[in-house]
């Protein structure tokens, strides 16, 4: 027995030592392969599911629009005669729905990827496409207007927001990683974004802000006072002040959100803000953003990240005031109709709603 013993206790050190040696192999060869730097960033709680952010199903109510003819319609904005919609689509279109009868017409194709979209005063449409850079369309031409700030290439322009004196506002979400590899940005946890000014006139830009956690939705005060804009790795809403005693002060005005903010827009009014909401936060998601080495596991092996991504499952528009309170949620829990839901814009009573997974614009009742 006492042999048997000896032998059972020598197979388990060696057990013990191979598996050692195994786990500081693949502790080494994920810190050398992993393509990102991941550190901690500890979230503030997120808000239990009561009250406003009791479950609903408002967006399991919307009728669709422009079916097959939307690809994954990441931003949407309204024309301010409020007769038609700019919608971004993953296959390189600006397109545009007619609301008299729904249509959709291929407008402007920009290639890549467009993102944020903006209408300013002449109805000219401001383009984020984030390889090329900062674009505006007419009738008539594509111009880009931006592709560097500061000596340095723009890398993952967004959203964009035009002042009432030209300026136009944009997120460049990060200075290290591009829109395709969107999800190392979003686990390394770094602030590497930033936010430009365009100058129409004298045609320059210039950073504003940095150091930001991944900008994306961005949206000025009708008061022409702050901007308000989502950093989507920290899942909070930030102001930031232009003008008054406050000038050049940033303030976080909500950082209890239920996932991670997408798109920002005013309604018609310029009283609410809607934001787009992606994915669920839980305990295990806040849990993940605090463990670095784990996020450089789900980003070497995007399969296992895969498994646990809720964001097709889910839709969901947080409508806020411009103090950061949530006044009411939309959601589809289940992603019956609508799902990764990145944008939600308010047009004459009713809400429209577009993302990532599916090929039209949904449309409810405010």
Not at 125 to 135: A, F, K, N, P, T
Not at 211 to 234: K, M, V
Not at 325 to 341: H, I, Q, R, T
Request: aromatic share 10%; proline share 4%.
């Amino acid at each position: 027995m006492a042999v048997l013993a000896s032998v059972v206790t020598v197979v388990l050190v060696l057990f013990l030592v191979v598996t050692l040696i195994a786990a500081a192999a693949f502790y080494s060869h994920v810190n050398k392969k992993s393509p990102i730097d991941a550190v901690a960033l500890p979230l503030a709680p997120s808000p239990k599911l009561e009250g406003v952010y009791a479950r609903n199903t408002l967006l399991q109510s919307a009728s669709k629009l422009g079916t097959g003819k939307l690809l994954q319609p990441e931003d949407i904005a309204a024309d301010p005669s409020g007769k038609l919609l700019y919608v971004s689509t993953s296959d390189g279109w600006v397109k545009r729905v007619h609301l008299s009868d729904n249509s959709v017409e291929d407008w402007k194709h920009v290639g890549g990827r467009p993102l944020g979209l903006a209408v300013g005063a002449s109805g000219e449409v401001i383009v984020c496409e984030s390889s090329q850079g900062l674009l505006k369309l007419t009738e008539d031409n594509i111009e880009i207007l931006a592709t560097e700030v500061d000596g340095t290439k723009l890398k993952f322009v967004n959203a964009a927001a035009i002042a009432n004196d030209g300026l136009i506002y944009f997120t460049d979400s990060s200075t290290k990683f591009t829109l395709e590899n969107f999800w190392f940005e979003n686990f390394e946890g770094r602030p590497n974004g930033r936010i430009v000014v365009y100058n129409p006139r004298e045609k320059s830009t210039r950073v504003l802000l940095k150091d930001l956690y991944l900008p994306n939705g961005i949206a000025i005060s009708r008061c022409q006072q702050f901007l308000i804009f989502a950093e989507t790795t920290a899942a909070r809403i930030v102001k930031y002040h232009l003008h008054g005693d406050k000038e050049g002060q940033t303030e976080i005005i909500n950082e209890n959100l239920p996932g991670f903010p997408d798109n920002v827009h005013y309604n018609d009014k310029g009283s609410v803000l809607y934001v787009g909401v992606i994915g669920e936060r839980d305990v295990l998601v806040d849990l993940l953003w605090k463990l670095p080495f784990v996020k450089k596991v789900l980003v070497l092996y995007p399969f296992i990240r895969a498994a646990f991504d809720k964001s097709p499952k889910k839709g969901r528009v947080v409508v806020m005031d411009e103090s950061g309170k949530v006044v009411k949620v939309y959601e589809d829990p289940a992603g019956k109709v609508v799902g990764f839901v990145t944008v939600g814009v308010e047009v004459d009573g009713w809400v429209y709603v577009g993302g990532l997974r599916d090929d039209f614009i949904g449309r409810v009742k405010v």
